[in-house]
Protein backbone atom coordinates (compact mmCIF):
# COMPACT_ATOMS: atom_id res chain seq x y z
CA UNK A 1 0.00 0.00 0.00
CA UNK A 2 3.32 1.87 0.92
CA UNK A 3 3.52 2.17 -2.83
CA UNK A 4 0.43 3.70 -3.82
CA UNK A 5 0.80 6.96 -1.29
CA UNK A 6 2.95 8.99 -3.45
CA UNK A 7 0.36 8.71 -6.98
CA UNK A 8 -1.48 12.24 -7.25
CA UNK A 9 -4.80 12.63 -9.23
CA UNK A 10 -2.78 14.54 -11.82
CA UNK A 11 -1.56 10.98 -13.20
CA UNK A 12 -4.97 9.67 -14.38
CA UNK A 13 -5.37 12.48 -16.34
CA UNK A 14 -6.81 11.54 -20.03
CA UNK A 15 -4.31 12.09 -22.29
CA UNK A 16 -4.40 14.93 -24.68
CA UNK A 17 -7.02 14.32 -27.59
CA UNK A 18 -8.51 11.41 -26.14
CA UNK A 19 -11.45 13.31 -25.11
CA UNK A 20 -12.09 14.44 -28.56
CA UNK A 21 -12.51 11.34 -29.44
CA UNK A 22 -14.42 9.78 -26.90
CA UNK A 23 -17.22 12.12 -27.87
CA UNK A 24 -16.85 11.50 -31.22
CA UNK A 25 -17.43 7.55 -30.44
CA UNK A 26 -20.55 9.12 -28.80
CA UNK A 27 -21.82 10.72 -31.13
CA UNK A 28 -21.91 7.50 -33.50
CA UNK A 29 -23.47 5.91 -30.84
CA UNK A 30 -26.77 8.21 -30.62
CA UNK A 31 -26.98 8.52 -34.25
CA UNK A 32 -26.74 5.21 -34.53
CA UNK A 33 -29.40 4.58 -32.05
CA UNK A 34 -31.72 7.25 -33.56
CA UNK A 35 -31.16 5.43 -37.11
CA UNK A 36 -32.27 2.44 -35.64
CA UNK A 37 -35.40 3.80 -33.73
CA UNK A 38 -36.85 5.76 -36.75
CA UNK A 39 -36.62 2.73 -39.12
CA UNK A 40 -39.12 -0.21 -38.76
CA UNK A 41 -40.30 -2.83 -41.14
CA UNK A 42 -43.87 -3.85 -41.83
CA UNK A 43 -44.30 -7.40 -42.40
CA UNK A 44 -46.03 -9.96 -45.03
CA UNK A 45 -49.69 -9.73 -44.08
CA UNK A 46 -49.50 -6.31 -41.83
CA UNK A 47 -50.20 -3.03 -42.15
CA UNK A 48 -48.82 -0.39 -39.70
CA UNK A 49 -50.69 2.30 -37.89
CA UNK A 50 -48.78 6.00 -37.73
CA UNK A 51 -49.46 7.44 -34.40
CA UNK A 52 -47.76 10.87 -33.38
CA UNK A 53 -47.60 11.53 -29.93
CA UNK A 54 -50.22 8.43 -29.62
CA UNK A 55 -52.70 10.22 -32.12
CA UNK A 56 -54.26 8.90 -34.99
CA UNK A 57 -52.05 10.42 -38.32
CA UNK A 58 -54.45 8.71 -40.97
CA UNK A 59 -51.40 7.00 -42.38
CA UNK A 60 -51.25 3.48 -42.93
CA UNK A 61 -48.16 1.95 -43.82
CA UNK A 62 -47.72 -1.17 -46.25
CA UNK A 63 -45.47 -4.05 -46.04
CA UNK A 64 -41.90 -2.84 -46.00
CA UNK A 65 -39.07 -0.52 -44.52
CA UNK A 66 -41.00 2.62 -43.20
CA UNK A 67 -39.35 5.49 -41.49
CA UNK A 68 -40.72 7.59 -38.42
CA UNK A 69 -39.44 10.63 -36.06
CA UNK A 70 -38.07 8.77 -33.42
CA UNK A 71 -39.62 9.42 -29.58
CA UNK A 72 -42.51 11.45 -31.61
CA UNK A 73 -44.43 8.71 -34.29
CA UNK A 74 -45.14 5.48 -33.43
CA UNK A 75 -45.95 2.24 -35.71
CA UNK A 76 -48.32 -0.30 -34.57
CA UNK A 77 -48.89 -2.94 -36.67
CA UNK A 78 -51.85 -4.62 -37.33
CA UNK A 79 -52.57 -8.21 -39.08
CA UNK A 80 -54.39 -8.38 -41.89
CA UNK A 81 -54.16 -12.14 -42.68
CA UNK A 82 -57.37 -14.35 -41.48
CA UNK A 83 -57.30 -15.11 -38.46
CA UNK A 84 -59.42 -18.08 -36.36
CA UNK A 85 -62.03 -17.23 -33.76
CA UNK A 86 -63.45 -20.31 -31.56
CA UNK A 87 -65.73 -20.16 -28.82
CA UNK A 88 -68.73 -22.31 -26.83
CA UNK A 89 -72.28 -20.53 -27.33
CA UNK A 90 -75.00 -21.45 -25.79
CA UNK A 91 -78.87 -20.69 -26.88
CA UNK A 92 -82.24 -21.83 -26.36
CA UNK A 93 -84.30 -23.59 -29.69
CA UNK A 94 -87.88 -22.26 -30.38
CA UNK A 95 -89.08 -25.48 -28.78
CA UNK A 96 -87.38 -24.42 -25.18
CA UNK A 97 -84.23 -26.78 -25.05
CA UNK A 98 -80.74 -25.59 -24.16
CA UNK A 99 -78.47 -25.69 -27.11
CA UNK A 100 -74.65 -25.90 -26.73
CA UNK A 101 -72.42 -25.21 -29.81
CA UNK A 102 -69.15 -24.79 -30.86
CA UNK A 103 -68.10 -21.97 -33.52
CA UNK A 104 -65.49 -21.41 -35.31
CA UNK A 105 -65.09 -17.80 -37.46
CA UNK A 106 -62.70 -17.44 -40.00
CA UNK A 107 -62.49 -13.42 -40.55
CA UNK A 108 -59.83 -11.15 -41.64
CA UNK A 109 -59.40 -7.35 -41.08
CA UNK A 110 -59.56 -5.33 -44.55
CA UNK A 111 -56.12 -2.90 -45.24
CA UNK A 112 -58.30 0.20 -45.71
CA UNK A 113 -60.20 0.41 -42.56
CA UNK A 114 -56.86 -0.91 -39.71
CA UNK A 115 -56.81 2.33 -38.68
CA UNK A 116 -60.24 3.16 -37.67
CA UNK A 117 -60.30 -0.53 -36.34
CA UNK A 118 -57.20 0.69 -33.96
CA UNK A 119 -58.84 3.95 -32.98
CA UNK A 120 -62.30 2.31 -31.92
CA UNK A 121 -60.73 -0.87 -30.32
CA UNK A 122 -57.14 -0.98 -30.59
CA UNK A 123 -55.93 -4.63 -30.87
CA UNK A 124 -58.78 -5.60 -28.62
CA UNK A 125 -61.25 -6.51 -31.49
CA UNK A 126 -61.97 -10.16 -30.61
CA UNK A 127 -63.48 -9.32 -27.14
CA UNK A 128 -64.93 -6.15 -28.09
CA UNK A 129 -67.22 -7.11 -30.96
CA UNK A 130 -66.47 -10.58 -32.50
CA UNK A 131 -67.28 -12.43 -28.99
CA UNK A 132 -70.06 -10.32 -28.25
CA UNK A 133 -71.81 -10.50 -31.74
CA UNK A 134 -71.05 -14.16 -31.99
CA UNK A 135 -73.16 -14.71 -29.19
CA UNK A 136 -75.87 -12.92 -29.74
CA UNK A 137 -75.96 -14.39 -33.15
CA UNK A 138 -75.93 -18.08 -32.12
CA UNK A 139 -78.90 -16.87 -29.90
CA UNK A 140 -80.75 -15.53 -32.65
CA UNK A 141 -81.12 -18.09 -34.76
CA UNK A 142 -81.15 -20.97 -32.60
CA UNK A 143 -84.17 -19.29 -31.59
CA UNK A 144 -85.95 -19.45 -34.92
CA UNK A 145 -85.24 -23.39 -34.95
CA UNK A 146 -86.78 -26.21 -33.34
CA UNK A 147 -84.31 -28.79 -31.80
CA UNK A 148 -85.02 -31.36 -34.47
CA UNK A 149 -84.11 -29.30 -36.98
CA UNK A 150 -81.24 -27.70 -35.78
CA UNK A 151 -79.89 -30.99 -36.78
CA UNK A 152 -81.55 -31.62 -39.57
CA UNK A 153 -81.51 -28.04 -41.30
CA UNK A 154 -77.20 -27.81 -40.36
CA UNK A 155 -76.83 -26.41 -43.97
CA UNK A 156 -79.29 -23.56 -43.27
CA UNK A 157 -78.64 -22.63 -39.73
CA UNK A 158 -75.10 -22.24 -40.54
CA UNK A 159 -76.01 -19.64 -43.42
CA UNK A 160 -78.42 -17.71 -41.39
CA UNK A 161 -75.89 -17.67 -38.90
CA UNK A 162 -72.95 -16.92 -40.91
CA UNK A 163 -75.10 -13.57 -42.79
CA UNK A 164 -75.76 -12.51 -39.77
CA UNK A 165 -72.01 -12.10 -37.79
CA UNK A 166 -71.56 -10.91 -41.58
CA UNK A 167 -74.37 -8.04 -41.30
CA UNK A 168 -72.81 -6.82 -37.99
CA UNK A 169 -68.87 -7.26 -38.42
CA UNK A 170 -68.73 -5.43 -41.89
CA UNK A 171 -69.56 -1.85 -41.46
CA UNK A 172 -66.28 -2.57 -38.88
CA UNK A 173 -63.83 -3.57 -41.19
CA UNK A 174 -63.92 -7.12 -40.09
CA UNK A 175 -64.77 -9.73 -43.46
CA UNK A 176 -66.28 -12.76 -42.66
CA UNK A 177 -64.09 -15.76 -44.26
CA UNK A 178 -65.88 -18.26 -43.16
CA UNK A 179 -68.15 -20.26 -39.94
CA UNK A 180 -68.37 -23.24 -39.13
CA UNK A 181 -70.73 -25.21 -36.82
CA UNK A 182 -68.69 -27.88 -35.05
CA UNK A 183 -71.20 -29.42 -33.17
CA UNK A 184 -74.63 -28.97 -31.57
CA UNK A 185 -75.03 -30.69 -27.93
CA UNK A 186 -78.11 -30.66 -26.03
CA UNK A 187 -79.88 -32.14 -22.72
CA UNK A 188 -79.34 -36.04 -21.68
CA UNK A 189 -83.44 -35.68 -21.71
CA UNK A 190 -83.83 -34.35 -24.77
CA UNK A 191 -81.20 -36.71 -26.37
CA UNK A 192 -83.33 -39.70 -24.94
CA UNK A 193 -86.59 -38.51 -26.63
CA UNK A 194 -84.78 -38.34 -29.82
CA UNK A 195 -83.71 -42.19 -29.60
CA UNK A 196 -87.31 -42.60 -28.53
CA UNK A 197 -88.94 -40.97 -31.41
CA UNK A 198 -86.49 -42.26 -33.85
CA UNK A 199 -87.26 -46.02 -32.22
CA UNK A 200 -90.85 -45.15 -32.64
CA UNK A 201 -90.69 -43.93 -36.30
CA UNK A 202 -88.22 -47.60 -36.63
CA UNK A 203 -91.25 -49.40 -35.36
CA UNK A 204 -94.16 -47.23 -36.96
CA UNK A 205 -92.09 -48.04 -40.82
CA UNK A 206 -92.36 -51.75 -39.79
CA UNK A 207 -95.85 -52.25 -39.15
CA UNK A 208 -96.30 -49.86 -41.91
CA UNK A 209 -94.15 -52.35 -44.38
CA UNK A 210 -95.89 -55.32 -42.50
CA UNK A 211 -99.52 -54.32 -43.19
CA UNK A 212 -98.50 -53.57 -46.78
CA UNK A 213 -97.28 -57.17 -47.24
CA UNK A 214 -100.94 -58.17 -45.70
CA UNK A 215 -102.79 -56.29 -48.25
CA UNK A 216 -100.63 -57.99 -51.10
CA UNK A 217 -101.11 -61.26 -49.78
CA UNK A 218 -104.30 -60.35 -49.82
CA UNK A 219 -104.78 -58.76 -53.20
CA UNK A 220 -102.92 -62.12 -54.59
CA UNK A 221 -105.87 -64.31 -53.18
CA UNK A 222 -108.58 -62.14 -54.11
CA UNK A 223 -106.76 -62.27 -57.50
CA UNK A 224 -106.52 -66.68 -57.39
CA UNK A 225 -109.88 -66.90 -56.38
CA UNK A 226 -111.63 -64.33 -59.34
CA UNK A 227 -109.18 -66.59 -61.55
CA UNK A 228 -110.32 -69.74 -60.10
CA UNK A 229 -113.72 -68.82 -60.32
CA UNK A 230 -113.47 -67.81 -63.83
CA UNK A 231 -112.41 -70.97 -64.97
CA UNK A 232 -115.21 -72.69 -63.42
CA UNK A 233 -117.32 -70.54 -65.26
CA UNK A 234 -115.70 -71.65 -68.30
CA UNK A 235 -116.23 -75.29 -67.42
CA UNK A 236 -119.65 -74.63 -66.42
CA UNK A 237 -120.34 -73.28 -69.97
CA UNK A 238 -118.82 -75.86 -71.50
CA UNK A 239 -121.33 -78.81 -69.98
CA UNK A 240 -124.22 -79.30 -72.39
CA UNK A 241 -126.64 -82.25 -72.33
CA UNK A 242 -124.79 -84.20 -74.79
CA UNK A 243 -121.39 -84.25 -72.54
CA UNK A 244 -123.69 -85.20 -69.44
CA UNK A 245 -124.64 -87.76 -71.65
CA UNK A 246 -122.01 -89.39 -72.44
CA UNK A 247 -120.37 -89.14 -69.21
CA UNK A 248 -123.15 -91.38 -68.09
CA UNK A 249 -122.80 -93.46 -70.54
CA UNK A 250 -119.14 -93.96 -69.71
CA UNK A 251 -119.85 -94.53 -66.11
CA UNK A 252 -122.62 -97.52 -66.78
CA UNK A 253 -119.79 -99.15 -69.46
CA UNK A 254 -117.48 -99.01 -66.65
CA UNK A 255 -119.84 -100.48 -64.20
CA UNK A 256 -120.50 -103.29 -67.35
CA UNK A 257 -116.89 -104.00 -67.38
CA UNK A 258 -116.32 -105.03 -64.08
CA UNK A 259 -119.48 -106.89 -63.31
CA UNK A 260 -118.83 -110.40 -63.45
CA UNK A 261 -122.49 -111.43 -65.02
CA UNK A 262 -123.61 -113.21 -61.64
CA UNK A 263 -126.49 -111.85 -60.46
CA UNK A 264 -126.58 -110.93 -56.56
CA UNK A 265 -127.46 -114.17 -54.30
CA UNK A 266 -128.78 -112.91 -51.50
CA UNK A 267 -131.05 -109.75 -51.56
CA UNK A 268 -132.21 -108.28 -47.78
CA UNK A 269 -136.13 -107.50 -47.53
CA UNK A 270 -135.16 -103.96 -47.03
CA UNK A 271 -132.46 -103.75 -49.67
CA UNK A 272 -132.94 -102.79 -53.50
CA UNK A 273 -132.30 -104.69 -56.29
CA UNK A 274 -130.05 -103.89 -57.95
CA UNK A 275 -130.88 -102.93 -61.91
CA UNK A 276 -128.59 -102.14 -64.93
CA UNK A 277 -129.83 -100.00 -67.42
CA UNK A 278 -127.49 -101.56 -69.91
CA UNK A 279 -129.63 -101.22 -73.65
CA UNK A 280 -130.78 -97.45 -72.66
CA UNK A 281 -128.04 -96.13 -74.54
CA UNK A 282 -129.27 -98.98 -77.67
CA UNK A 283 -133.09 -98.08 -77.27
CA UNK A 284 -131.99 -94.65 -77.74
Not at 44 to 54: E, H, I, M, P
Not at 78 to 88: E, F, G
Not at 135 to 154: G, Y
Amino acid sequence: MSEYIGVKAEDFKIPPGMEKKIMIVGILIAIVILIAASVGVVGAGQRGVLLRFGAMTGIIKGEGLYFKIPLVEQVVLMSTQIQKYSALASASSKDLQVVTTEVTLNYQLEASKVGEIYRTMRQDYEQRVIQPFVQEAVKSVAANFDAEKLITQRPRVKADLQNLILTKLAPLGIRVVELSITDFRFTQVFQDSIEAKVKAVQQALEAENALKRVGFEAQQAVVKATAEAKGLELQKAQITEQLLELRKIEVQRAAVEKWNGVMPSVVTSGGPVPMLDVFSSQKK
